[in-house]
């Protein structure tokens, strides 16, 4: 197993009673099973297209996640005009 996830990876495999040698990768994950590294990979995978392409699939959900923007409130007040942009691109991604 291939990961840069290794603490989420072992427990995850742990609580179901698996057994897995987990090697910490960097990086194009999805190269580990193509040149014989690792048998499977534990990634983060939006839409899967990096997955397809190199013909792989996901075989198991580990957990959601999400992304959130933390802003400073005195930065969000004295530096507004230049957060305003990534705010509304947060938005923007949270509603499609």
Not at 37 to 48: P, Q
Not at 70 to 84: S, W
Request: charged letters at 20%; aromatic letters at 4%; proline letters at 3%.
């Amino acid at each position: 197993m291939a990961t840069k996830y290794v603490q989420a990876a072992r427990e995850h495999f742990a609580a179901k009673g698996v057994h897995v040698d987990i090697i910490k990768l960097y990086g194009s994950m999805e190269l580990a099973p193509l040149v014989g590294l690792a048998d499977a990979i534990v990634d983060l995978v939006s839409t899967g297209s990096t997955l397809r392409a190199n013909n792989l699939v996901a075989v198991e959900d580990i957990m959601d996640i999400s992304s959130r923007l933390i802003v400073n409130q005195a930065a969000l007040k004295t530096r507004r005009p230049r957060l305003e942009p990534l705010i509304d691109a947060f938005r923007t991604a949270s509603a499609s």
